[in-house]
C-alpha cells in the first residue's frame, strides 16, 4: 500500500463549523493535490501543490482552502461547512519528477457529511 | 476541453468469465500517460494500469491488458479471468506530461463479478 494516509476517515460535522482534513505521505514527494468526488461519480480536482509554499487551485472551484507549509503535510480547510460540501475527498502525491512509471498515490479517503 | 469517457456506468462479469471496460478521451497534447485505476468499496484507490502515449505497445499486468488506439484516442481495460476480488470502481485517467502530475478522470464504470 501506499504511504500516504488521510484523517479522519469520516466526519459528521454540523453546518457553520470549521474542518480541517488532514492528508500526510511519507514518500517525499513534492507534488500533492486533492480531488472532490461525489457518490458514484467523477474525481476532480480541487487543489494542488507542486512543494512547500506553493498552492493552486485546481478545475474544480472550492471553497476550500489548503496550505503546504511541510513537504509531507497537506491539510484541507474548510472554514464555514455547508451541506453542499458533502462529499469524499481523496489526497494523493506525484513523485517530483514525472516519467515512465508515473503513477498517483492516494490517500484512503474522508468521506465528509455536513448536517 | 481535455476530458475522459466511460460509456459504461455498471457491468457484470460472471467468475472466470472476461470483460472489457471502454474509455475514450480527449486531448490535443502529444505526450501523455493513461491509467486505469481501481476503487474497492470504503477502500483506496490503487493503480491498474499505464500506459505511456509514447508506446505502441499495449500494456499488460497479469490478468489486465489494454487495448490502446491513439488515434482513436481509445483506452480500453481487459480483465481476464475475473474474481470476486476485482469488484470495484473502476476509473480511466490521463496525466498530462508537462501539466505536472495532475490526473483527469473519467465517470467511473462499477465491475461487478458474480460467482
Known amino acids: 500500500e501506499a504511504d500516504i494516509y488521510q484523517t479522519p476517515r469520516y466526519l459528521v460535522i454540523g453546518t457553520g463549523k470549521k474542518i480541517t482534513l488532514e492528508c500526510s505521505q511519507t514518500?517525499?514527494?513534492?507534488?500533492m493535490y486533492w480531488y472532490q468526488q461525489d457518490p458514484g461519480m467523477e474525481l476532480h480536482l480541487i487543489h494542488y501543490?507542486?512543494?512547500?509554499?506553493?498552492?493552486e487551485k485546481g478545475d474544480l472551484s472550492s471553497e476550500s482552502t489548503v496550505s503546504r507549509i511541510r513537504t509531507e503535510h497537506f491539510p484541507l480547510t474548510l472554514e464555514s461547512a455547508r451541506p453542499s460540501h458533502t462529499s469524499q475527498y481523496l489526497c494523493?502525491?506525484?513523485?517530483?519528477?514525472?516519467?515512465?512509471?508515473?503513477?498517483?498515490?492516494f490517500g484512503q479517503g474522508t468521506r465528509l457529511t455536513v448536517v | 476541453a481535455q476530458t475522459v469517457t466511460q460509456s459504461q456506468p455498471e457491468m457484470s462479469v460472471q467468475e472466470a468469465e472476461t470483460v472489457t471496460l471502454s474509455c475514450t478521451y480527449d486531448?490535443?497534447?502529444?505526450?501523455?500517460?493513461l491509467f486505469w485505476y481501481k476503487q474497492p468499496p470504503s477502500r483506496q484507490m490503487i493503480l491498474v494500469i499505464r500506459?505511456?502515449?509514447?508506446?505502441?505497445q499495449n500494456a499488460t499486468e497479469n490478468r489486465f491488458s489494454v487495448n490502446f488506439q491513439k488515434a482513436a484516442k481509445s483506452f480500453s481495460l481487459k480483465i481476464s479471468d475475473s474474481q470476486l476480488g476485482d469488484t470495484a470502481m473502476y476509473f480511466c485517467a490521463y496525466m498530462i506530461y508537462n501539466q505536472g502530475g495532475k490526473l483527469i478522470f473519467g465517470q467511473g464504470t462499477e465491475l461487478s463479478v458474480k460467482p
Open positions: 514518500m517525499g514527494h513534492d507534488k
Open positions: 500506459q505511456e502515449a509514447y508506446k505502441q
Open positions: 494523493a502525491s506525484t513523485p517530483t519528477t514525472l516519467g515512465a512509471g508515473t503513477e498517483a498515490f
Open positions: 486531448t490535443s497534447e502529444n505526450n501523455y500517460y
Open positions: 501543490s507542486y512543494g512547500v509554499n506553493s498552492t
